[in-house]
């Protein structure tokens, strides 16, 4: 009888050890990629990381073997492993709803962030780090990876939303961009363009929010799409006011709907890349798919401050973001948030991260730094002066409202509120009110 | 007995061990579960016990550190236009694939098993090429295919048989026919091969004696062939219920994320998806999976009475 029962044993065990081969797979993966990453001695912390972008990778293992050098005797050895951007999001939020499995740190996306401060936040608040540097970083970029006072992430970027002129297209129509100031601007200069060169000025997205909200957010005052305070806003004229307008452009086809909805489509690129719209308003990040997906235009772009509702007011908003965080389940907290500071926070960390990916950096003393005008492939592709944008409008880079609502009424503009103004051309009020009727 | 040194008591206990090792190997009661042991172990860890807890789950709040039940608030809140939507997608969805893929490949193994039929080699891996290709290699041809500018292929197509370019993916009408277009693609070779299994299953002999019968081909086919193979049929049909209404991934590689406009192409699981995952709210994800679940048990089991499953055979 016990021999039976220890065969029946034995049996479920080879089961498990063959169950148990692919996880033991992945660890012998992931130390190799340890000691091929960052180049550091064998010894140090040990810290996990998790990212969604192989680029951002490269930028830590890069800034590990920086730190490690500067701080001998506080060497960390650094994994950074890479995801598909919807698996990372959905490994990581089971992992720290389980409690088991969490790397030390993670990169998470704005959109997805809120998702991660819903109920206890499993998110060490970062304020001992944060808050010695808040003076030199622009804070409303702060706020959006914030709950109840705490710091949660750091983000790469200012994410400042400019518009992107084809120069090519404006002079064949007679248009000089430093002379549209407001939107009504805009859309006069729009006319000229189509009637001389035959092509819409612009293009509107329908199937995310690129488009809206940079016109919603750069509205004076705090509420976007909710008021400062959470409250639901999209009844307000602040976002009723730019979808009328929008609506109306599509009507005078002045602006056309992006073709495959957004401006990351394979779609649109090839459009745009081949001259068919005069410009896009995207955050400074957008240079990226300019000088990847848009080769042809290459010299043709330049880069201005976005129009206004009404002149002086302010020229620019925040969008778009990854907020880097640190788990509570590390077991290397101190060494984990130490590095992010260094890596993000740090002088020479933001002069990195334009320098490899291209992205306007949250600290505002570095924009006038001398590293950031030497050449690369964006000031080849945009000119030399970048940053000058960037510094004109400084006082102006408007924040937006991030909370634990956000993700269901940005999915309500996404699938249905957009679509329904521009592509069906249904009443802005009527379609609004029926959202947020949906939305309470 | 006291003399037995011992090396031969162990020995004894050896043989006896063998012996009893052979028993249960050969034992009537014993080694069938043995055998099924591993399956069932599996189906405990990878199914029985997600369903409960999704069971469970379905009843609460889950937060991080805030998990607590809420009485049947998530299946209330599922009461909505969206939802609807979804199941209304997943619907026309499975009746259309269904609708289909069963007709198109059963009379294509009919003719691929055909002795008549020229080239079968190249028209047999050629339908089922499809079924190898990954859906999110295919739903992305499939957008660009489908693309609204001017120069997509199918606006080409169209424009040279004489209509307007369309916005595929855009109507609610031209988005399903694109769905299900993508469908029927990758799966009719899958589904044919199903419908080739069975047709070499069934015995020359029928046939044989329907052509001494003066039975013209109509009549053995509607008389023979389709009767013997409602058993791969019945399979074929149950795999394609469940198949439609758990369709996600097409979806969202089509529309390249699960977001289309005004919903036309959101299916139940892409609900749960972004419910559960997307907005974080696991318990009203599983009450979605639940409802799912409750959907496809039902409607199969209409399927299986309407085709007479439950009867004792004759």
């Given at each position: 009888?016990k021999?039976?029962?220890l065969w029946?044993?034995?049996?479920m065990?080879?089961?498990v050890?063959v169950l148990?081969?692919c996880?033991?797979?992945?660890?012998?993966?992931?130390s190799?990629?340890?000691?091929?990453s960052?180049?550091s001695?064998?010894?140090?912390t040990k810290?996990e990381?998790?990212?969604?972008n192989?680029l951002?990778k490269t930028f830590?293992d890069?800034?590990a073997k920086?730190?490690?050098?500067a701080?001998p005797?506080k060497?960390?050895q650094?994994?950074?492993s890479v995801?598909p951007?919807e698996?990372m999001h959905n490994?990581l939020?089971?992992?720290?709803?389980s409690g088991?499995g969490a790397p030390?740190l993670a990169?998470i996306e704005?959109?997805?962030?809120?998702?991660?401060?819903?109920?206890?936040?499993q998110?060490?608040?970062?304020n001992?780090i944060?808050?010695p540097?808040?003076?030199?970083?622009?804070k409303?970029r702060?706020?959006?990876?914030?709950?109840d006072?705490?710091y949660?992430?750091?983000d790469f970027?200012?994410?400042?939303?400019?518009?992107?002129?084809?120069k090519?297209?404006?002079?064949k129509?007679g248009?000089?961009p430093?002379?549209?100031?407001?939107?009504a601007?805009?859309?006069?200069?729009?006319?000229?363009v189509?009637?001389?060169?035959?092509?819409?000025?612009?293009t509107?997205e329908?199937?995310?929010?690129?488009s809206?909200?940079?016109?919603?957010?750069?509205?004076?005052?705090k509420?976007?799409?909710?008021?400062?305070d959470?409250q639901?806003n999209?009844t307000?004229?602040?976002v009723?006011?730019?979808?009328k307008?929008?609506?109306?452009?599509i009507k005078?086809?002045i602006a056309?709907?992006?073709p495959g909805g957004?401006?990351h489509?394979?779609?649109?690129?090839?459009m745009m890349?081949?001259g068919?719209a005069?410009?896009?308003w995207?955050p400074m990040?957008?240079?990226?798919r300019?000088?990847?997906y848009?080769?042809?235009l290459?010299g043709?772009?330049?880069i201005?401050?976005?129009?206004?509702?009404?002149?002086g007011?302010?020229?620019?908003?925040?969008?778009?973001?990854?907020?880097t965080a640190?788990t509570?389940?590390?077991?290397?907290q101190?060494?984990?948030?130490a590095?992010?500071?260094?890596?993000?926070?740090s002088?020479?960390g933001?002069?990195e991260?334009?320098?490899q990916?291209?992205?306007?950096?949250l600290?505002s003393?570095?924009?006038?730094a001398?590293?950031?005008?030497?050449s690369n492939?964006f000031?080849?592709?945009?000119?030399?002066?970048?940053?000058?944008v960037?510094?004109e409008?400084?006082g102006?880079?408007e924040g937006?409202?991030v909370?634990?609502?956000?993700?269901?009424i940005?999915d309500?503009?996404?699938?249905s509120v957009?679509?329904r103004i521009l592509?069906?051309?249904?009443?802005?009020?009527?379609?609004?009110?029926d959202?947020a009727?949906?939305?309470? | 007995?006291?003399?037995?040194?011992?090396?031969?008591?162990?020995r004894?206990?050896?043989?006896n061990?063998?012996r009893?090792l052979?028993?249960?190997?050969y034992s009537?009661?014993?080694?069938p579960?043995l055998?099924?042991l591993?399956f069932?172990?599996?189906f405990a860890?990878?199914?029985a016990?997600p369903v409960i807890?999704a069971?469970?789950m379905?009843f609460?709040q889950?937060l991080p550190?805030q998990?607590?039940?809420?009485g049947?608030?998530?299946y209330?809140?599922l009461?909505n236009?969206?939802f609807w939507?979804a199941?209304?997608?997943s619907s026309?969805y499975?009746?259309?694939?269904?609708l289909?893929?069963i007709p198109?490949p059963?009379?294509?193994?009919?003719?691929?098993?055909?002795?008549t039929?020229?080239?079968?080699?190249?028209?047999r891996?050629?339908?089922?090429i499809?079924?190898?290709?990954s859906v999110?290699?295919?739903?992305?041809?499939f957008?660009?295919?489908f693309?609204?500018?001017e120069?997509?292929?199918?606006n080409t197509?169209?424009v040279?048989?004489g209509?307007?370019?369309?916005r595929w993916l855009r109507s609610e009408a031209?988005?399903?026919?694109?769905l299900v277009?993508?469908?029927c693609?990758?799966?009719i070779?899958?589904?044919?091969l199903y419908?080739m299994a069975?047709?070499?299953?069934?015995?020359k002999?029928?046939?044989?004696?329907a052509d001494?019968?003066?039975?013209n081909t109509?009549?053995?086919?509607?008389r023979?062939?389709?009767p013997?193979?409602k058993?791969?049929?019945?399979y074929?049909?149950?795999?394609?219920?469940?198949?439609g209404?758990?369709m996600?991934?097409?979806?969202y590689?089509l529309?390249?994320g699960?977001?289309?406009?005004?919903?036309?192409g959101?299916?139940?699981v892409?609900?749960?998806?972004?419910?559960?995952?997307?907005?974080?709210n696991?318990?009203?994800?599983?009450?979605?999976g639940i409802?799912?679940l409750?959907?496809?048990?039902?409607v199969?089991?209409?399927?299986?009475?309407?085709?007479?499953?439950f009867?004792k055979?004759e």
């Amino acid at each position: 009888m016990k021999k039976q029962v220890l065969w029946i044993l034995s049996l479920m065990v080879a089961l498990v050890l063959v169950l148990a081969a692919c996880s033991s797979d992945d660890k012998s993966k992931d130390s190799e990629s340890a000691s091929d990453s960052g180049g550091s001695s064998s010894g140090g912390t040990k810290l996990e990381m998790w990212t969604f972008n192989e680029l951002h990778k490269t930028f830590y293992d890069e800034m590990a073997k920086r730190w490690n050098e500067a701080n001998p005797g506080k060497e960390i050895q650094l994994s950074v492993s890479v995801f598909p951007y919807e698996d990372m999001h959905n490994k990581l939020l089971v992992a720290l709803q389980s409690g088991t499995g969490a790397p030390d740190l993670a990169d998470i996306e704005l959109n997805k962030f809120p998702n991660f401060l819903k109920g206890d936040p499993q998110l060490l608040p970062l304020n001992d780090i944060v808050e010695p540097e808040l003076n030199n970083l622009v804070k409303s970029r702060l706020d959006i990876y914030a709950k109840d006072g705490n710091y949660y992430g750091i983000d790469f970027h200012v994410g400042a939303a400019v518009i992107y002129y084809n120069k090519e297209i404006l002079d064949k129509a007679g248009v000089n961009p430093d002379d549209i100031v407001t939107w009504a601007d805009y859309e006069a200069a729009g006319r000229k363009v189509l009637d001389a060169a035959g092509v819409p000025m612009t293009t509107l997205e329908t199937s995310d929010l690129w488009s809206l909200m940079p016109q919603v957010a750069q509205a004076p005052g705090k509420d976007d799409l909710q008021t400062a305070d959470g409250q639901l806003n999209i009844t307000s004229p602040v976002v009723s006011g730019p979808l009328k307008w929008q609506q109306n452009l599509i009507k005078s086809k002045i602006a056309i709907l992006t073709p495959g909805g957004n401006h990351h489509a394979e779609e649109y690129y090839g459009m745009m890349n081949g001259g068919g719209a005069a410009s896009v308003w995207m955050p400074m990040w957008y240079m990226g798919r300019f000088t990847d997906y848009m080769p042809d235009l290459k010299g043709k772009i330049v880069i201005k401050p976005m129009p206004v509702w009404k002149e002086g007011e302010p020229r620019s908003a925040g969008m778009g973001g990854t907020g880097t965080a640190v788990t509570k389940t590390s077991k290397n907290q101190e060494a984990a948030k130490a590095f992010l500071a260094y890596a993000k926070l740090s002088r020479e960390g933001n002069i990195e991260i334009w320098k490899q990916l291209g992205f306007d950096p949250l600290r505002s003393d570095v924009w006038n730094a001398p590293e950031l005008k030497e050449s690369n492939k964006f000031t080849d592709y945009f000119g030399p002066d970048i940053f000058d944008v960037l510094t004109e409008v400084k006082g102006e880079i408007e924040g937006v409202v991030v909370n634990e609502n956000t993700p269901a009424i940005s999915d309500a503009f996404k699938t249905s509120v957009i679509t329904r103004i521009l592509l069906d051309n249904e009443d802005v009020d009527k379609v609004l009110s029926d959202a947020a009727n949906q939305l309470k | 007995m006291e003399n037995a040194s011992p090396a031969t008591a162990d020995r004894t206990a050896g043989i006896n061990g063998r012996r009893k090792l052979t028993r249960i190997l050969y034992s009537q009661k014993i080694a069938p579960w043995l055998f099924v042991l591993p399956f069932l172990i599996s189906f405990a860890l990878f199914f029985a016990y997600p369903v409960i807890s999704a069971v469970n789950m379905s009843f609460q709040q889950v937060l991080p550190g805030q998990v607590q039940y809420i009485g049947t608030d998530n299946y209330e809140k599922l009461w909505n236009p969206i939802f609807w939507k979804a199941i209304v997608n997943s619907s026309k969805y499975t009746f259309y694939t269904v609708l289909i893929l069963i007709p198109l490949p059963l009379v294509l193994a009919v003719f691929l098993n055909s002795k008549t039929m020229v080239l079968k080699n190249f028209f047999r891996s050629t339908l089922f090429i499809p079924a190898l290709t990954s859906v999110v290699v295919a739903g992305t041809v499939f957008r660009l295919a489908f693309g609204e500018l001017e120069g997509s292929l199918m606006n080409t197509i169209v424009v040279s048989l004489g209509f307007d370019p369309q916005r595929w993916l855009r109507s609610e009408a031209l988005g399903m026919f694109a769905l299900v277009l993508l469908a029927c693609w990758r799966w009719i070779g899958v589904n044919l091969l199903y419908f080739m299994a069975g047709l070499q299953n069934i015995p020359k002999e029928l046939y044989e004696s329907a052509d001494i019968d003066g039975a013209n081909t109509w009549n053995k086919f509607s008389r023979i062939t389709l009767p013997l193979l409602k058993p791969i049929s019945i399979y074929v049909f149950t795999i394609s219920i469940y198949g439609g209404y758990s369709m996600f991934t097409e979806s969202y590689m089509l529309w390249s994320g699960n977001r289309s406009p005004n919903d036309i192409g959101l299916t139940i699981v892409g609900y749960l998806y972004r419910n559960g995952l997307e907005q974080n709210n696991l318990g009203l994800g599983s009450a979605v999976g639940i409802v799912l679940l409750l959907i496809t048990i039902a409607v199969t089991i209409v399927q299986l009475k309407l085709f007479g499953m439950f009867r004792k055979e004759e």
